[in-house]
């Protein structure tokens, strides 16, 4: 079979990049590297920081992780989105 389709390689397996990605029940990796980890950069918020998100509203910064903050939005409960989703109210 010629093509793009049909040539892929089972799920878990090495893609025709010689990437493996696994995911299986766990947070999503390619060779061991969680793929949405932190840039390891500081994040301009602080716990406390009011914030707004596009589709969760208006929140609190509870926790911050790198670029990562958990949020307790007013709506829809604790979050943990990247820091460029949200801007400071």
């Not at 040539?7 to 878990?12: I, K, L, Q, S, T």
């Not at 893609?15 to 947070?27: E, I, M, V």
């Not at 999503?28 to 980890?37: C, D, P």
């Not at 840039?39 to 509203?57: L, M, N």
Request: proline share 3%.
């Amino acid at each position: 079979m010629r093509g793009g389709i049909g040539r892929g390689v089972a799920p878990g397996g090495p893609s025709r990049f010689g990437h493996s990605a696994q995911r299986r029940g766990g947070p999503l990796t390619i060779e061991g590297e969680l793929v949405a980890k932190s840039t390891g950069t500081v994040s301009a918020f602080t716990a406390g920081d009011r914030v707004f998100h596009q589709k969760f509203g208006n929140g609190n910064v509870v926790a911050v992780d790198g670029n990562k903050l958990t949020i307790a939005f007013d709506r829809a409960g604790e979050k943990r989105v990247v820091d460029s989703f949200v801007e400071r109210m």
